[in-house]
C-alpha cells in the first residue's frame, strides 16, 4: 500500500520507513543543521571537512592562543582586525593573525550543495561546469595541464580576478577563473559545492521536500 512521505516518516513502521528516509534525503538534511566544532587551529585556519564547510559563522570562542576570548564575526569580503573571524573563500574558518589562535569553539551553518570534482577544460584561462551545473564555492583546485601543473590553486573570492596560484569563481556560478600565468589553454581539476537544482545537481532540500511531502511514494 503507498502512501504520502509525511505519512511514512510519521508512521516510522521498521519495513517501510527506509523508503521514506531516501526520499526524504535525511543525510543531506541532517548536513543542513547548525554545526558545532571544537577543533585546532593551524595557522590561523581552522580547516572544515569537505562535506561540512561554512557559509556564515554563528559564533566563535578561541580557547587556546595569545588571545582567548570570544570572537566578533565579520564577512568574508572584510580584512581582519584584532578579535574578529571569518569564513574563507574555500569554507573554513580563519582567525586574526596576532590573535594567534591554536583551538577554538565555532558555531556555524554549511552551505547546501553536493560535492562534485571534475576535471574542467580551460580556455583563455576559463573552464565551465560540465552539464550546466554551477558551484556554491570552490573547494579546491589543482592544476593538471598549463603552465604551472601540479600546483594546487587557492579559491579566492567570487567574481575576482584571481591572482598568481588563486582561482575564482565566476560571479554567475558556472565557471571558474584562474590567472593566465597558472593557465591559457589547458585543464584544471576542482572540487566544489554543486548549487541544489542546477544542471545535474540535485535539487534543494527545501524545495524537494515541499514537492514530496504528501506525494505517495511506493
Known amino acids: 500500500m503507498s502512501e504520502s512521505l509525511k505519512a511514512n516518516l ?3 513502521q521498521p519495513n517501510t520507513i527506509s523508503d521514506g528516509l531516501r526520499t526524504a534525503r535525511i543525510g543531506s538534511l541532517l548536513s543542513q543543521t547548525t554545526r558545532f566544532r571544537d577543533a585546532s587551529v593551524s595557522a590561523n585556519i581552522m580547516v572544515l571537512p569537505d562535506d ?4 556564515q559563522v554563528i559564533a566563535a570562542f578561541a580557547s587556546a592562543g595569545a588571545n582567548t576570548s570570544t570572537k566578533s564575526v565579520v564577512g568574508s569580503s572584510f580584512t581582519l582586525a584584532q578579535g574578529e573571524v571569518q569564513v ?4 573554513d574558518i580563519r582567525f586574526f593573525g596576532t590573535d594567534a589562535v591554536t583551538q577554538a ?3 556555524y551553518i554549511t ?4 560535492v562534485t570534482t571534475e576535471t574542467l577544460t580551460i580556455a583563455s584561462s576559463v573552464g565551465f561546469f560540465a552539464s ?9 583546485a589543482v592544476v593538471i595541464s598549463g603552465v604551472t601543473v601540479g600546483e594546487v590553486l587557492t579559491p579566492d573570492a567570487r567574481g575576482a ?7 575564482s569563481l565566476a560571479t554567475g556560478g558556472t565557471a571558474v577563473t584562474v590567472n593566465a600565468s597558472n593557465i591559457v589553454d589547458g585543464s584544471l581539476r576542482v572540487t566544489y559545492k554543486a548549487t541544489p537544482g542546477q544542471g545535474t545537481a540535485t535539487a534543494p532540500l527545501g524545495e524537494s521536500l515541499d514537492a514530496a511531502a504528501d506525494n505517495l511514494i511506493p
Open 132 to 140: 550546466g551545473r554551477k558551484g556554491v564555492e570552490v573547494l579546491s
Open 52 to 55: 561540512a564547510k561554512a557559509i
Open 161 to 167: 580576478s584571481p591572482p598568481l596560484g588563486a582561482v
Open 105 to 107: 569553539e565555532v558555531y
Open 88 to 91: 574563507t573563500d574555500s569554507g
Open 10 to 12: 510519521n508512521a516510522a
Open 111 to 114: 552551505s547546501e550543495g553536493e
